[in-house]
């Protein structure tokens, strides 16, 4: 993209000042936001000043004693037990598209080492993290701030470690970054455990076989993106991560215990409290596609926040973007009371498009259905 098609492609409200020229000086640093703090600015720059329609608003008290589920998998083989799960299940995928997970089978000291080797990678010597640094999509592993940097309105508060897994399952452990190597492996094996769990209680609270969503593939085609939120200066005027809907099937986010993130429920954000040992999960726009609308995939955000860094690793199950497979809402959820809501879609159109747009901008009205 040249510099002329690259300016007509940003948003009016940025075009004011020289905002392009700010953003190629921010991207050819390869530092991030750490390199900003780590230079001993005092406030935020322009690039990352939000409209004051995107700011975070207060969080209504009467609201904010809201949580979104927690659901215990512990005794999940116990037929009784099970049912209970997948009712929970059913019930927070539907009204919340959020829940936290707690006894999910992976171990402390594996999620405790995988959010500390991402805080290592990020705070590591620059020149090393510059050896990743890439805006390249098929890059396997990659380091860089803001993967829609010349199309949002304003820049997030962040910078991320990308490992995509989308063509091929399987990562050489050289191609991982050193510093964070080994708790990476571990923590990306285990979580493709607690996945493949999740879609079999999934496809039973869609009133389907347990197999029916690893069946189409969902639990294939994972990303997982480690994001580091230094402290703000001025949390007040911009955001560690706009809000947005997720291009996948279904999200597994592992944080730390500063908090930030929120959910929208019923009109209104809702803290996502950190509890030690758990995972939160939500509904990606490709389930609540294909699940017709049963599920839903809700707006979220990150707010910015003076005290840091934050760390989280999310990780997307988006399904077989080599495959060509066509998806649509499931043909068992379909009746006369509930004709389809959705066109088809393969997964690497989707996800192609979400790349096109700032993250903010769901994909779901561009597939759905219109009366």
């Known amino acids: 993209m040249n510099m002329s098609s690259l300016k007509q492609s940003l948003p009016k409200s940025t075009q004011d000042y020289d905002r392009i020229k700010e953003l190629k000086s921010f991207e050819e640093t390869k530092a991030g936001v750490k390199g900003l703090i780590d230079s001993g600015i005092s406030s935020v720059p322009k690039i990352f000043i939000r409209p004051s329609d995107e700011l975070a608003e207060e969080i209504n008290h009467a609201q904010s004693n809201l949580q979104v589920p927690v659901i215990d998998l512990s005794g999940i083989e116990k037929d009784g037990q099970r049912k209970k799960i997948i009712s929970e299940i059913k019930k927070a995928s539907k009204e919340w598209g959020f829940f936290q997970v707690v006894n999910h089978g992976i171990s402390v000291d594996v999620l405790d080492g995988m959010i500390d080797g991402i805080r290592k990678f990020h705070e590591q010597d620059a020149e090393v993290k510059k050896e990743f640094h890439s805006r390249d999509m098929m890059q396997k592993v990659k380091y860089g701030s803001n993967v829609d940097l010349y199309r949002s309105r304003a820049a997030n508060w962040r910078d991320s470690l990308t490992i995509s897994l989308l063509s091929s399952d399987h990562i050489e452990p050289h191609e991982l970054p050193e510093i964070c190597r080994d708790t990476t492996i571990r923590y990306l094996n285990e979580a493709k455990k607690v996945g493949e769990t999740l879609f079999e209680l999934l496809s039973e609270a869609?009133?389907?076989?347990?197999?029916?969503?690893?069946?189409?593939?969902?639990?294939?085609?994972?990303?997982?993106?480690?994001?580091?939120?230094?402290?703000?200066?001025?949390?007040?005027?911009?955001?560690?991560?706009?809000?947005?809907?997720?291009?996948?099937?279904?999200?597994?986010?592992?944080?730390?215990?500063?908090?930030?993130?929120?959910?929208?429920?019923?009109?209104?954000?809702?803290?996502?409290?950190?509890?030690?040992?758990?995972?939160?999960?939500?509904?990606?726009?490709?389930?609540?596609?294909?699940?017709?609308?049963?599920?839903?995939?809700?707006?979220?955000?990150?707010?910015?926040?003076?005290?840091?860094?934050?760390?989280?690793?999310?990780?997307?199950?988006?399904?077989?973007?080599?495959?060509?497979?066509?998806?649509?809402?499931?043909?068992?959820?379909?009746?006369?009371?509930?004709?389809?809501?959705?066109?088809?879609?393969?997964?690497?159109?989707?996800?192609?498009?979400?790349?096109?747009?700032?993250?903010?901008?769901?994909?779901?009205?561009?597939?759905?259905?219109?009366?």
Do not use: W
Not at 228 to 248: F, N, R, V, W
Not at 290 to 306: G, Q
């Open 206 to 371: 869609l009133g389907l076989k347990p197999d029916h969503l690893g069946s189409l593939e969902c639990a294939k085609g994972r990303t997982f993106i480690g994001h580091y939120y230094p402290a703000c200066p001025e949390p007040e005027l911009t955001m560690g991560t706009s809000k947005h809907t997720d291009p996948s099937f279904l999200t597994i986010l592992l944080q730390d215990q500063i908090g930030g993130l929120q959910v929208l429920h019923e009109n209104q954000y809702i803290n996502i409290h950190p509890l030690p040992g758990s995972l939160v999960v939500n509904i990606g726009d490709m389930l609540q596609i294909i699940s017709n609308d049963e599920f839903i995939s809700p707006d979220h955000r990150v707010v910015a926040n003076r005290v840091g860094p934050r760390i989280s690793v999310a990780g997307f199950f988006s399904g077989d973007a080599q495959s060509g497979r066509m998806y649509a809402p499931i043909n068992e959820l379909i009746s006369e009371k509930s004709p389809p809501r959705y066109k088809e879609f393969t997964v690497r159109d989707y996800i192609s498009k979400f790349f096109m747009r700032p993250i903010d901008k769901s994909g779901l009205d561009e597939f759905r259905l219109h009366e």
